[in-house]
């Protein structure tokens, strides 16, 4: 597993799993969550299409995990969210959690005014958050529902 050259020891990090002919196989990304020191939250987890259901997907979030336990002994929790893969997480030791406020550190709606979110946080009653994605197919709008799970390491 290697992570992307132009992703470096501070998060977000970006993550490749590939084989040993160089090729890639899969690929996830990680990011802080802003209100919360001990959680990551887990994004894009993708296994190329023609290598999918041999194992690698578990692969790479095992070695994920791993590398997450050992670097950044301060992460305590895994978040992820998923419309249809809660199976596959399932199988990975993720479990269904309560929702919460999506607040990547990365997110260019923060530029600088990190103080100025966490105090906007603290100050208000969390509402419950959406947990729901819009899926538009040609005309016809869709509501799925957003499952947030998450994982100790
Ligand atoms: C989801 C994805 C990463 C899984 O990768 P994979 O390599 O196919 O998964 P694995 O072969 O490692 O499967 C691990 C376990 O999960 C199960 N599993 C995998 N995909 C599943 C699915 N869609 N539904 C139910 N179970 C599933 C497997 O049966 C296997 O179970 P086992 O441990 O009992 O044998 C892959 O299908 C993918 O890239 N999908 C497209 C992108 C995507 O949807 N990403 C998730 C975004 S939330």
């Known amino acids: 597993m290697r992570r992307l050259e132009r992703s470096c020891n501070e ?20 990011d802080r969550l802003l209100d919360d020191e001990q959680s990551v939250i887990i994004e894009s987890v993708c296994v190329q299409r023609m290598s999918r259901g041999t194992g690698y997907g578990k692969i790479l979030m095992k070695l994920v995990e791993d590398e997450l336990h050992q670097k950044e002994p301060k992460i305590k929790c895994i978040y992820l969210t998923t419309t249809d893969k809660r199976h596959f997480y399932e199988k990975c030791g993720y479990e269904e959690t309560t929702p919460r406020v999506r607040l990547n550190i990365s997110s260019k709606l923060f530029n600088g005014n990190e103080e100025v979110f966490k105090n906007l946080l603290a100050s208000q009653k969390q509402t419950a958050p959406d947990s729901h994605v819009i899926l538009q197919k040609g005309s016809s709008v869709q509501r799925i529902a957003t499952v947030w799970m998450k994982k100790r390491i």
């Not at 977000?12 to 090729?23: E, F, K, M, T």
């Open 11 to 30: 998060f977000p990090l970006s993550y490749i799993l590939v084989n040993n002919d160089d090729q890639l196989i899969g690929y996830c990304y990680i």
